[in-house]
T-cell receptor, first 115, second 116 residues
Framework: AQSVTQLDSHVSVSEGTPVLLRCNYSSSYSPSLFWYVQHPNKGLQLLLKYTSAATLVKGINGFEAEFKKSETSFHLTKPSAHMSDAAEYFCVVSDGDFGNEKLTFGTGTRLTIIP | GAGVSQSPRYKVAKRGQDVALRCDPISGHVSLFWYQQALGQGPEFLTYFQNEAQLDKSGLPSDRFFAERPEGSVSTLKIQRTQQEDSAVYLC??????????????FGPGTRLLVL
């Protein structure tokens, strides 16, 4: 069975400071991992994905994440927060190419940016 | 190009009514998924189609929920005899391929269902 744990339900950072959103995963197979962002009253947008290529993955809007198998982690980072980054972020796992195609979402981290 | 579209965007139903939610995937996408997102929660898987075949319906919460994709394109999620606990946002997603890097799922804006 696959699962993800988002360690913080709410993160607040000042504009211009670094962002760290933490995620740990559990998967029986070689997982695919994703970060999605959801702005209020808008659909889920893919930020970045890891699919067994490079362990450091770069996404849109300056976000990146590092896959660490030894720590079963896939934390999301951004060097400098912008006001437009305020949103709900979901860490997501899918069991590799030979497992379930369905996505399993974490409970989400709400990111607040302080002006 | 056009993304995944869903209709209606909002639906208010009286308890006991039947509702039908529509999803138009991205053209040519083989896989289609339905998810349910309760208030303040992450989306949860309901069901999955590969073309017209429903390959996984393990997430459907009861036999009141039914989904179809008869021609392998548009899909409809039907909820019979709606209950208050069915109130949620219903999300549809599609992907181009079954596996590999093209299996990334793209989400529609969702249908917000409120059952009174």
């Amino acid at each position: 069975a696959q699962s993800v744990t988002q360690l913080d339900s709410h993160v607040s950072v000042s504009e211009g400071t670094p962002v760290l959103l933490r995620c740990n995963y559990s998967s029986s197979y070689s997982p695919s991992l994703f970060w999605y962002v959801q702005h209020p009253n808008k659909g889920l947008q893919l930020l970045l994905k890891y699919t067994s290529a490079a362990t450091l993955v770069k996404g849109i809007n300056g976000f990146e994440a590092e896959f660490k198998k030894s720590e079963t982690s896939f934390h999301l980072t951004k060097p400098s927060a912008h006001m437009s980054d305020a949103a709900e972020y979901f860490c997501v796992v899918s069991d590799g190419d030979f497992g379930n195609e369905k996505l399993t979402f974490g409970t989400g981290t709400r990111l607040t940016i302080i002006p | 190009g056009a993304g995944v579209s869903q209709s209606p965007r909002y639906k208010v139903a009286k308890r006991g009514q039947d509702v039908a939610l529509r999803c138009d995937p991205i053209s040519g996408h083989v896989s289609l998924f339905w998810y349910q997102q309760a208030l303040g929660q992450g989306p949860e898987f309901l069901t999955y189609f590969q073309n017209e075949a429903q390959l996984d319906k393990s997430g459907l919460p009861s036999d009141r929920f039914f989904a179809e994709r008869p021609e392998g394109s548009v899909s409809t999620l039907k909820i019979q005899r709606t209950q208050q606990e069915d109130s949620a946002v219903y999300l549809c997603a599609s992907s181009l391929a079954v596996r590999g890097p093209l299996k990334t799922q793209y989400f529609g804006p969702g249908t917000r269902l409120l059952v009174l």
